[in-house]
């Protein structure tokens, strides 16, 4: 588990493009596990420095991993976001449509 207290990336390199997803992430089909990934990409960027570009402070603290690598006992794909005080938050990935 990756816990973000006080470290800082480069937040010109990694800041989500206009629309949100990362450059490179969003051409062909994607399944839940691979957008469960992109969610935990855009919350880390966003507790790095996503939230000082808008104006608030950084999320130092906040951790972000997916159910895979945290060992969820679950079929779905999704993502452990742990925030600085303790909360615990599990967002839950289903597809519910397939693309063509």
């Known amino acids: ?6 470290h800082r990336r ?4 990694s800041a989500p493009r206009p629309g949100g997803l990362p450059e490179g992430r969003v051409s062909g ?8 990934d992109v969610i935990k990409e855009l919350i880390d960027t966003y507790a790095d420095c996503g939230a ?21 006992m679950t079929g779905n794909a999704g ?3 742990t925030l600085h005080d303790g909360s615990e938050f599990q967002v839950s990935v289903v597809q519910s449509k397939g693309g063509r």
Request: contains cysteine; aromatic residues 2%.
């Open 52 to 72: 000082e570009a808008l104006g608030e402070p950084a999320l130092d603290g906040v951790s972000v991993v997916t159910f895979a690598d945290s060992g969820v």
């Open 10 to 13: 480069a937040c010109a390199r």
């Open 79 to 81: 993502v452990v976001v």
């Open 1 to 6: 588990m990756r816990v973000r207290r006080g």
């Open 29 to 36: 089909r994607m399944n839940a596990a691979q957008l469960a």
